[in-house]
């Protein structure tokens, strides 16, 4: 049984599958066993934590935490050994001395990680400052004989498996602090960081244990990277992110709300899981992703910085970012337009839209659409943007009333949340419509009663669904068209009556 989880664990990605059968492993497996007096209590602590997958319930989420837990007995088998065998007898004179006897505190588990993450980044590992100058020395003399022979390395300079890399990168980049984590995230950013489903497995488990929902900007391209790692002709992913200046926490903190969506296609079924999260925003922030994205969702203040190992991001099909300032640090763009067959993407609009109030591309010299791409900033009227260049304004026969604008902006905030859902309807979770964000107020609460009044929005269950059937007859505009920025007459007369019958509210 234990084989067959360790299995799973490492299902699917070729890149770990040396991991059961290294030595260290099958000898912590071993070892884990042979401690065990009752078989059925280990079975049951198995299967608990593999229960506690954080992607749940249809998505399963491979059992990081069992990973982690062999991990973790490599790491305390290290420290028993090494520091017990090799090390404590040769410091204990200068020890007492000092009256030094904290010999649990060396080479922990964690200890381990920050060398081992600091060696293979080759950055510079800052010990504790809580042993006595000599004492250190010495100790770190020690280390030098035998870090190199760590079960987690190859010939001392490479990881030894893809797991024990993924483990040690994403523990550094959820626990790490100061120049370490910044090492890890830089490593991300240029594109070299480890490309593999672990990743997300572990850092979704490191939050479950430490109780979290924030996400630094950061890491959200890590995670959505080696999510998308796990894509198939049966599993696709999705990520969205949204935030404004308007709203912020009690201690003064702008937050965005993120959602990574992970849907598998079994038979006529979609089954999506997703793991929703919160992302410290603001217009001096910067939001780093790296080398493709799609059905990609994004409405923030501050910076996009898009960036690629190979010097050429790759968008689509289905991205919207929406930002202060758009920044590619790319000498090429590639639009990707294609619909994926027998995905939940074959219902959604498969443009790419960038719109900003300032674009940054010094070094872009080529833009090659395979799909269609919507342009809009000051200046995008030139090269190499040109034929993509769109106006993204308010139609001008909604601009007459300034009550008919704001109705008109809820109007298309509300319909805009909706995603493709299930087997293809335009649906969001209840929540997420209802949100401060996007009603703002009155208006955009009367708005929403409205449009489930006349059937133009359909609460079923926890999600609001669009009726594209009584939109076409109540408002005369689909969701395509709101979002290429159209809109009919006919809204507009729509919109007209619901300002006269809820004039109160503005």
Known sequence: ???????????????????????PVLDAMAVRLSESQNFEATRQELMKLVGDAALTPQAQSRPAALLRRVCDDILRREQKHKLVQNVQKQLEPIASKHGWVDWDSLYSPAEQCSRLAAKLLDAKYVGSEKLPVDLRAEYEQRLVTFLDEHPFLRDGKTAANAVFEAYLFTRALFYEEGDLRKAVEKRFVSGNGPSTRLVSDFYFLFMKEA??????????????????????PTTHVSMILEGDDEESDDAGGVFAEGEFVVCVHSGDEVLPASYEFSAPVG????????GRVAETFIYVPGEVRLSAAENEFEAGPAVEIYCEKLAFDVTGLVVVGEKRTGHVAESVDPTVTFVASECEAPRLGRVTARGNLRVSWPGSKSYPWTEFHVEDAVPSELRADPRVLEAFLRFKRIVLTLRSHSKGSLARYYRKVEHQRVLKGAVGQELLRRLVKDGVLRRVADFYHWSPEAASSCVGTSWQELKRGEASVQLKEYLSRFVKDNSAAF
Request: glycine share 8%; charged share 15%; no cysteine.
């Open 1 to 23: 049984m234990l084989v067959d989880l360790m299995r799973q664990a490492v299902a699917g990605d070729r890149s770990t599958e040396s991991f059961l059968g290294y030595a």
């Open 211 to 232: 109780g979290a929902d924030i996400i630094p900007l950061a890491h959200i391209s890590p995670i959505y990277r080696s999510l998308a790692s796990a894509e198939s």
């Open 283 to 290: 217009k001096g922030s910067v939001l780093p992703l790296t």
